[in-house]
């Protein structure tokens, strides 16, 4: 008789998953790492990702109510539950669009403050944009007089040395390249 044939010496699947201890986490960190260890076994397994749990809504009140309770004298012992039933259901009912309308108000109270900040933030910079400009136009014009004075002291002074006074002219526009780039931001004093 083949040893496979029996039932109690069955040979074991080969290409099956191996016998893992069980391992009880004690913490939650614990928990944690041996779910990121399952997980990470077999990288090309996708990752189960929960979807978003559905908001609850209140069912809607009914269009025509069949039953209604009267005010009179003799309603039977369970009609009083479904009386209560239905109370719960309508102020869980009004409860639910009370949250709703504060929710939509935060929502709406939310934009208007970022609309606010947004406007703010568009002034300050309309205002520093401005300064700027006004900075510019001043350094444009110091710079212009500066070149209006320089060409006419060059016309005073001899027509011999004029190939220095260009060189020199040349070297001192390079120089005042370099004093933009050094020059303060603001201007203090002058007006």
């Known amino acids: 008789m083949a040893a496979h044939t029996q039932k109690n010496n ?30 990470m076994r077999n990288p090309d397994k996708p990752a189960p990702i929960p979807e ?42 009004q409860d639910f669009l009370d949250k709703m309308a504060e ?9 208007k403050k970022i609309e606010q900040n947004r406007k703010a933030a568009e002034e300050r910079t ?10 510019k136009q001043k ?6 007089a500066k070149m209006e004075d320089k060409d006419g002291k060059e016309g005073d002074t001899d027509s011999d040395s004029s190939g220095e006074e260009e060189g020199k002219e040349e070297s001192g526009t390079e120089e005042e390249k370099e004093d933009d780039a050094e020059a303060p931001s603001f201007v203090m004093g002058r007006k």
């Open 52 to 93: 978003r749990p559905k908001e609850w809504n209140p069912r809607a009140p009914p269009e025509f109510v069949r039953d209604v309770m009267g005010s009179s004298a003799g309603a039977g012992s369970g009609e009083f539950h479904v009386y209560r039933h239905l109370r719960r259901r309508e102020y869980q009912r």
């Open 103 to 111: 929710k939509q108000d935060k929502d709406v109270d939310y934009l």
């Open 126 to 135: 309309a205002k520093r944009r401005k300064k700027r400009e006004k900075l």
């Open 139 to 144: 350094k444009l014009l110091a710079k212009k």
């Open 10 to 39: 069955k040979p074991p699947k080969s290409g099956g998953k191996e016998a893992q201890p069980l391992i009880l986490p004690k913490t939650p960190a614990d928990e944690q790492r041996l779910k990121l260890e399952r997980l």
